[in-house]
């Protein structure tokens, strides 16, 4: 199976600052990676997917790149309400696996 | 608009079985893949398989194989998922998701993704 791994597990930052999450593939997946946001209680939300594009009505100050086995998350400009647990998972196969995820916190 | 709406939360004993369900609506029902996720309390979200509802055809992680069923009923635009030898690790939430999937032309490739997400279903095992 494809394993992910994700850097940081845990993040503080301010809003207004730019944020970056990796996402590491055991092995080459292509652009078959997407990005979740979740917040507590909630369901996770796409925001992402083929490593790239991005979601009707996700803000623009998300964005994703990466393709192979390295993947970034960014976040231009942190806003109060992206503080929130980040996911990222792998479509290569129908195997499908998530990253276990990046908690951006208020700092 | 496309809505996942789940059934309500389960209390089981270890050794049991819980059938959860995920009734779609506002879109074609056979169209997309239901997939089934679940978390933990504090934990990451874990993959548990797939299901075409068109065909039936279902994709269980590994770790799942043998005590979990996938089924649906096409009248009623309904999934469920079924999981058995309940232990307490397997309390969890439990999250249905629609599979979708995009064309990209200078690709070549179709890539998933899943878009919709029901709103979770509380699981307890516990004697």
């Known amino acids: 199976d494809i394993q992910l791994t994700q850097s940081p597990s845990f993040l503080s930052a301010s809003v207004g600052d730019r944020v970056t999450i990796t996402c590491r593939a055991s092995?080459?997946?292509?652009?078959?990676l997407a990005w979740y946001q979740q917040k507590p209680g909630k369901a996770p939300k796409l925001l992402i997917y083929a490593a790239s594009t991005l979601q009707s009505g996700v803000p623009s100050r998300f964005s994703g790149s990466g393709s192979g086995t390295e993947f970034t998350l960014t976040i231009s400009s942190l806003q109060p309400e992206d503080f929130a647990t980040y996911y990222c998972?792998?479509?290569?196969?129908?195997?499908?696996?998530f990253g276990p995820g990046t908690k951006v916190d208020i700092k | 608009q496309v809505q996942l709406v789940q059934s309500g939360a389960e209390v089981k004993k270890p050794g049991a079985s819980v059938k959860v369900s995920c009734k779609a609506s506002?879109?074609?029902?056979?169209?997309?893949?239901i997939n089934w996720v679940r978390q933990a309390t504090g934990q990451g979200l874990e993959w548990m398989g797939w299901?075409?509802?068109?065909?039936?055809?279902?994709g269980y992680a590994q770790k799942f194989q043998g005590r979990v069923t996938m089924t649906r009923n096409t009248s009623i635009s309904t999934a469920y998922m079924e999981l058995s030898s309940l232990r307490s690790e397997d309390t969890a939430v439990y999250y249905c998701?629609?599979?979708?999937?995009?064309?990209?032309?200078?690709?070549?490739?179709?890539?998933?993704?899943?878009?919709?997400w029901g709103q979770g279903t509380l699981v307890t095992v516990s004697s």
């Open positions: 506002g879109y074609t029902f056979t169209s997309y893949d």
């Open positions: 998701a629609r599979g979708a999937w995009r064309y990209f032309d200078w690709l070549s490739a179709y890539y998933p993704y899943f878009d919709y």
């Open positions: 299901m075409n509802p068109n065909s039936g055809n279902t």
């Open positions: 998972q792998q479509l290569n196969s129908y195997l499908f696996t």
């Open positions: 092995q080459g997946i292509s652009s078959y």
